[in-house]
């Protein structure tokens, strides 16, 4: 029997394989989604029955209406996690020269899929329940060449904000993991040594300890929940 049940966009790699990781650790079953089929398999394989996979696109309207089959059928959510995640073009573009496609895109992604996961998932999450949306400094902080993401994750920010103040009965987090050594931050970085940024694994205790907290809704960081902060 697992204590609660939890929904992880991008779940095959990085930051959300992960958390899913931790999280079958305490005991949750996670829905785990991505568009890499053969990599959410081999999570799957690796963390067994407690992990259902789902692969699929979060941008597509048809695989958003499987994953909300899904997680009715699997009953009251205690988590969502909106994880999955653009870049934008690699090398970064200034927003000058940005390709306006590439742009819609990234917003699709970063704001419109988590939008659409939520409004299924809402109504199927508990008393107390929880939402992470994973944001980025480069929401807040003017990055020269980021500001396609950034502008993308400055949007869900503000979507997280309000959907905090109108859903005051739940804990809505936009949360912050900083740098990480992850495939996408490689893309951020071609040619690039990335190998003194912290593995994901690394960051985990952070947000399972904002889930534990559950300080009011609003905006963290990793920093906010590093083990020895008091």
Same mark, same amino acid.
Not at 10 to 15: E, Y
Not at 52 to 64: K, Q, S
Not at 100 to 108: A, H, K, S, Y
């Given at each position: 029997?697992?204590?609660s049940? /939890?929904l992880?966009?991008?779940?095959?790699?990085?930051?959300?394989?992960?958390?899913?990781?931790?999280?079958?650790?305490?005991?949750w079953?996670?829905?785990?989604?991505?568009?890499?089929a053969d990599r959410?398999?081999a999570?799957?394989?690796?963390?067994?029955? /407690?992990f259902? *996979?789902?692969?699929?696109?979060?941008?597509?309207? *048809?695989?958003?209406a499987?994953l *909300?089959?899904t997680a009715?059928?699997a009953g009251?959510?205690?988590l969502?996690v909106?994880n /999955?995640?653009?870049l934008?073009p690699?090398p970064? /573009?200034?927003l000058?020269?940005?390709?306006?496609?590439?742009?819609?895109?990234?917003?699709?992604t970063?704001?419109v899929a988590?939008?659409?996961?939520?409004q299924?998932?809402?109504p199927?999450?508990g008393p107390?329940?929880?939402?992470?949306?994973i944001?980025?400094d480069a929401a807040?902080?003017?990055?020269?060449?980021?500001g396609?993401y950034g502008?993308s994750k400055?949007a869900?920010d503000?979507l997280?904000?309000v959907?905090g103040?109108?859903?005051?009965?739940l804990?809505?987090y *936009?949360?912050?993991?900083g740098?990480?050594?992850t495939?996408m931050?490689?893309?951020?970085?071609?040619g690039?040594?990335?190998?003194?940024?912290p593995q994901?694994e690394?960051?985990v205790?952070?947000?399972?300890r904002?889930?534990?907290?559950?300080?009011?809704?609003?905006?963290?960081?990793?920093?906010?929940f590093?083990?020895g902060?008091?």
């Open positions: 029997m697992f204590s049940t /939890a992880i966009t991008g779940a095959s790699a990085g930051f959300g394989s992960a958390l899913a990781r931790a999280l079958i650790g305490q005991g079953q996670v829905l785990g989604t991505a568009r890499r959410l398999a999570v799957a394989a690796e963390l067994g029955p /407690a259902v *996979a789902i692969p699929g696109d979060v941008t597509d309207p *048809a695989h958003r499987r *909300a089959d009715r059928g009251e959510l205690g969502v909106n /999955a995640s653009r934008g690699s970064l /573009a200034r000058a020269d940005y390709p306006i496609d590439e742009f819609e895109q990234v917003l699709g970063n704001v988590p939008l659409a996961i939520l299924f998932t809402l199927l999450l107390g329940g929880t939402v992470v949306n944001s980025s807040v902080e003017p990055y020269p060449e980021w396609g502008s400055a869900l503000q997280t904000a959907l103040a109108e859903r005051p009965e804990s809505i *936009a949360f912050d993991p740098d990480m050594r495939e931050h490689q893309a951020a970085f071609p690039v040594d990335i190998s003194d940024r994901p690394t960051v205790p952070a947000l399972l904002l889930l534990a907290e559950k300080p009011k809704s609003g905006r963290y960081t990793a920093a906010d590093t083990v902060r008091v």
